[in-house]
T-cell receptor, first 117, second 113 residues
Framework: AQTVTQSQPEMSVQEAETVTLSCTYD???????LFWYKQPPSRQMILVIR??????QNATENRFSVNFQKAAKSFSLKISDSQLGDAAMYFC??????????????FGQGTTLQVKP | KAGVTQTPRYLIKTRGQQVTLSCSPI?????VSWYQQTPGQGLQFLFE???????NKGNFPGRFSGRQFSNSRSEMNVSTLELGDSALYLC????????????FGPGTRLTVL
């Protein structure tokens, strides 16, 4: 069974600084997607960034980028120039691709990010 | 375009009762998934529906059930509520079953007393 692990329950960063959130996963599949979702307090979960496993190039979305290490099964999120609005719980998620024919997401336990002014 | 809506937003029930939660996906979306979020267990997959058919089910007891209607709206039902069912129930929709982006609703906060 696939699992996703986020080993950092809480992280903090100074405004305008850079922070990296860690995520590791376990799967025997070769085709899958990885995601980072952001859940602000009492607000809806939104997709931050996604990575297709078959792509070697790391995904980037403005201030957000990932470091995808397929062999190490590692998928970290880097937030540059942190802003107060980045404060939230961040979830790493895995989705199998291909024959499984499902959109089911497997989530990590989450990392709460605090941004200090 | 309206986002995913979930009703009710908050619900308080007592043990043994049953509850029905509703999810209206984004217009045009045909796939709906449900997740349970608790501090202890995190986010866990409940069900997935596409074209009124349950495509996948998580590891939850039979007290948890769901369905999807022809307009893609979905409901989930929990019978014989237990204290441990207290959670935030999230619904997510996507255009198709295997779309890369699922849009989440605000959730229904269920408290079981």
């Amino acid at each position: 069974a696939q699992t996703v692990t986020q080993s950092q329950p809480e992280m903090s960063v100074q405004e305008a600084e850079t922070v990296t959130l860690s995520c590791t996963y376990d799967t025997s599949e070769s085709d899958y997607y990885l995601f980072w979702y952001k859940q602000p307090p009492s607000r809806q979960m939104i997709l931050v960034i996604r990575q297709e496993a078959y792509k070697q190039q790391n995904a980037t979305e403005n201030r957000f980028s990932v470091n995808f290490q397929k062999a190490a099964k590692s998928f970290s999120l880097k937030i540059s120039d942190s802003q107060l609005g980045d404060a939230a719980m961040y979830f790493c998620a895995y989705r199998q691709y291909g024959s499984s024919n499902t959109g089911k997401l497997i989530f990590g336990q989450g990392t709460t990010l605090q941004v200090k002014p | 375009k309206a986002g995913v809506t979930q009703t009710p937003r908050y619900l308080i029930k007592t043990r043994g009762q049953q509850v029905t939660l509703s999810c209206s996906p984004i217009s045009g979306h045909r796939s709906v998934s449900w997740y349970q979020q608790t501090p202890g267990q995190g986010l866990q997959f409940l069900f997935e529906y596409f074209s009124e058919t349950q495509r996948n089910k998580g590891n939850f007891p039979g007290r948890f059930s769901g369905r999807q209607f022809s307009n893609s709206r979905s409901e989930m039902n929990v019978s014989t509520l237990e204290l441990g069912d207290s959670a935030l129930y999230l619904c997510a929709s996507s255009l198709e079953l295997l779309d890369n982006e699922q849009f989440f609703g605000p959730g229904t906060r269920l408290t079981v007393l």
